[in-house]
C-alpha cells in the first residue's frame, strides 16, 4: 500500500482525498429513506419499488412494486411511515403499475390489465371501487396521470397509430379531491414605536 501512495504522489493524492471526501460528506444528507426490509408495511423493499408520485402536500406517495410476485400499487403515508391498504385496488393475478394520485390522495389513477388488456382506472379511497375509464377505447395505454381535483385523467394512447395524448373529463357530478385547508401564516404584529 504504501509503494501505492508514493506512486500517486501528493498531488493526484490530495485529488483522490477530495473526491472520497465529496462522495461521502453528500451521501446522507437531506435523505428520508427508509431502510429497505425484507418483510413489513414499509417504503422500500428487496423487490423493485419504482414510479413514485407525490400527493399535493406530500403526505400521500403512491408506487408500483414487484411485492408478493406480483406488479401491484401501494399507498405509503409518509408522515406515520406505513402502508395505508387500498382494498380491492390490487386483485389477484393481474397487472397494475404506473400509479398517480390526486391531491389529497383520494383518487389513484393506474393502468391494470384485469380485463385482459392494459386499461385506465381510477381508485377511490373512500369507496374503495375502481372505475374503467377507457373500456371501449380500442388501443393499448400508458403513462396516466389525474388532476389535482381528480376530475380528469390524462393518459398516452396509440389509437391514431402513434402515441398520443388523450383527456379524460370524469364528469362535474364527481366529489372533488382537494388539498386540505392550511392555516394562513400571520406576519408578526410589530409593536407600536415609542418615544424616547
Given at each position: 500500500?504504501?509503494?501505492?501512495?508514493?506512486?500517486?504522489?501528493?498531488?493526484?493524492?490530495?485529488?483522490?482525498?477530495?473526491?472520497?471526501?465529496?462522495?461521502?460528506?453528500?451521501?446522507?444528507?437531506?435523505?428520508?429513506?427508509?431502510?429497505?426490509?425484507?418483510?413489513?408495511?414499509?417504503?422500500?423493499?428487496?423487490?423493485?419499488?419504482?414510479?413514485?408520485?407525490?400527493?399535493?402536500?406530500?403526505?400521500?406517495?403512491?408506487?408500483?412494486?414487484?411485492?408478493?410476485?406480483?406488479r401491484?400499487?401501494?399507498l405509503?403515508?409518509?408522515?406515520?411511515?406505513?402502508?395505508?391498504?387500498?382494498?380491492?385496488?390490487?386483485?389477484?393475478?393481474?397487472?397494475?403499475?404506473?400509479?398517480?394520485?390526486?391531491?389529497?390522495?383520494?383518487?389513484?389513477?393506474?393502468?391494470?390489465?384485469?380485463?385482459?388488456?392494459?386499461?385506465?382506472?381510477?381508485?377511490?379511497?373512500?369507496?374503495?371501487?375502481?372505475?374503467?375509464?377507457?373500456?371501449?377505447?380500442?388501443?393499448?395505454?400508458?403513462?396516466?396521470?389525474?388532476?389535482?381535483?381528480?376530475?380528469?385523467?390524462?393518459?398516452?394512447?396509440?389509437?391514431?397509430?402513434?402515441?398520443d395524448?388523450?383527456?379524460?373529463?370524469?364528469?362535474?357530478?364527481?366529489?372533488?379531491?382537494?388539498?386540505?385547508?392550511?392555516?394562513?401564516?400571520?406576519a408578526?404584529?410589530?409593536?407600536?414605536?415609542?418615544?424616547?
Amino acid at each position: 500500500m504504501k509503494l501505492f501512495l508514493s506512486y500517486l504522489g501528493t498531488s493526484n493524492l490530495t485529488f483522490l482525498g477530495l473526491i472520497l471526501l465529496g462522495l461521502g460528506g453528500c451521501r446522507e444528507q437531506g435523505f428520508l429513506t427508509p431502510p429497505t426490509q425484507t418483510f413489513g408495511s414499509t417504503l422500500n423493499s428487496v423487490v423493485a419499488d419504482q414510479q413514485p408520485r407525490y400527493s399535493y402536500d406530500g403526505r400521500y406517495l403512491v408506487f408500483a412494486s414487484d411485492r408478493l410476485s406480483q406488479r401491484r400499487v401501494f399507498l405509503y403515508d409518509v408522515p406515520n411511515k406505513r402502508l395505508i391498504d387500498l382494498p380491492g385496488l390490487n386483485p389477484p393475478n393481474s397487472i397494475q403499475d404506473q400509479p398517480d394520485i390526486s391531491a389529497d390522495g383520494r383518487y389513484i389513477v393506474y393502468i391494470s390489465e384485469q380485463r385482459g388488456k392494459p386499461d385506465v382506472f381510477v381508485y377511490d379511497r373512500q369507496s374503495f371501487e375502481s372505475e374503467v375509464i377507457t373500456e371501449n377505447l380500442l388501443a393499448e395505454v400508458r403513462h396516466p396521470t389525474i388532476s389535482g381535483n381528480g376530475r380528469f385523467v390524462a393518459f398516452e394512447s396509440n389509437r391514431s397509430g402513434q402515441w398520443d395524448i388523450e383527456i379524460y373529463d370524469r364528469g362535474s357530478n364527481i366529489e372533488q379531491s382537494l388539498p386540505s385547508p392550511q392555516q394562513p401564516t400571520q406576519a408578526p404584529v410589530s409593536p407600536p414605536p415609542t418615544n424616547p
